[in-house]
């Protein structure tokens, strides 16, 4: 796994990642801005924006092209990697993400929010069976039976990754569309369809998890969401009424990290969103200048 040295990971490339981005890039710095496969299914979905200044009357996608056209035109690559963990060290931070390790000087959290709630059981279990990366936690559950609980298409190669190692492995595909997908599933991998995970069970480890009319008995559950709660990512990070906890910079409680977007909390709006990650890049800079 090769490892990347930078000024600013960017976590995250909707319009709070893609907006600190750009300003980080205008102050020279050296950044990488890390998304997920499709950047951002928020403004993809939002089919009329009438509010953003500059655009009025304009579709969601629209707008989501301009946001991308700008950063390439700047000569910023966004890489496609799934961060899961964010390190904290002195003055700097790994980050951990499916591909690749990232060392950077500032974070900025910039992964919006998730609209699917937690599975009962999920967080109890974190660490005890339950995972939100295949590529880290996989080499525990060799030869085991695992379940992969994907909410995004990212869960095919998880599953795919997992299908090497272990003896059994089941996808549940909980979004619309994942048959686009089917014909790269390893033929070792069980996809169950239409099935919802109610629970995931264990006395202390995971044992199953359970569906509406069985249990499946699995020793391992990698949930793959589009976007992981903040302090999953980052244990220690001071959360809020389940948002990130700021101060005016956007500095959060960990000296170096800073936060934008609808992580921060209400209104979750595209300018707000905007805004935020124009100051959380030019604070991030300030920070790494006088280190
Ligand atoms: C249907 C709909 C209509 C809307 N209409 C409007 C409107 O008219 N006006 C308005 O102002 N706002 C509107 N919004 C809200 C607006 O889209 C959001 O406020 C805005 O997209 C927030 O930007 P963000 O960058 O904080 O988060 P997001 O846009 O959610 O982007 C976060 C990105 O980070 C990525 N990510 C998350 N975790 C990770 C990780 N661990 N590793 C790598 N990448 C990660 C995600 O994949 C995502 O691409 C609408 C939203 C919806 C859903």
Do not use: W
Not at 165 to 173: A, T
Not at 209 to 232: Q, Y
């Amino acid at each position: 796994m090769g490892s990347v040295e930078c000024d600013i990971a960017i976590i995250g490339c909707g319009p709070a990642g893609l907006s600190a981005a750009v300003n980080a890039k205008v102050r020279g710095k050296k950044l990488v801005l890390l998304g997920s496969e499709f950047c951002t299914p928020k403004l993809h979905k939002a089919p009329h924006v009438d509010n953003y200044l500059g655009f009025h009357s304009i579709s969601g996608e629209k707008l989501r092209q301009k946001f991308i056209d700008h950063v390439k035109a700047m000569g910023i690559e966004i890489e496609r990697d799934r961060v899961t963990a964010v390190v904290p060290q002195d003055n700097s931070f790994t980050i951990r993400a499916r591909d690749k390790v990232y060392n950077a000087n500032s974070v900025i959290l910039a992964t919006g929010v998730s609209v699917t709630k937690l599975i009962p059981g999920e967080d109890d279990k974190l660490g005890l069976g339950v995972s939100y990366c295949a590529t880290c936690d996989g080499g525990l559950y060799k030869n085991r039976t695992v379940a992969v609980l994907s909410y995004i298409p990212d869960g095919v190669d998880e599953a795919n990754y997992l299908a090497d190692i272990c003896e059994k492995v089941y996808l549940l595909p909980l979004y619309k569309g994942h048959q686009d997908r089917q014909a790269k599933v390893n033929k070792k991998v069980e996809v169950i369809e239409g099935e919802k995970p109610l629970a995931i069970e264990g006395d202390t480890l995971v044992s199953g998890v359970k569906l509406e009319k069985r249990t499946l008995e699995v020793e391992g559950v990698f949930v793959i969401r589009d976007a992981v709660l903040p302090d999953k990512l980052i244990p220690g990070l001071d959360i809020e009424n389940n948002a990130v906890n700021i101060n005016r910079d956007l500095a959060t409680n960990i000296t170096g990290l800073y936060a934008a977007g609808d992580n921060t909390g209400q209104p979750h709006q595209l300018a707000k969103a905007v805004g935020e990650g124009q100051v959380a890049a030019l604070n991030a800079v300030k920070y790494i200048d006088n280190l």
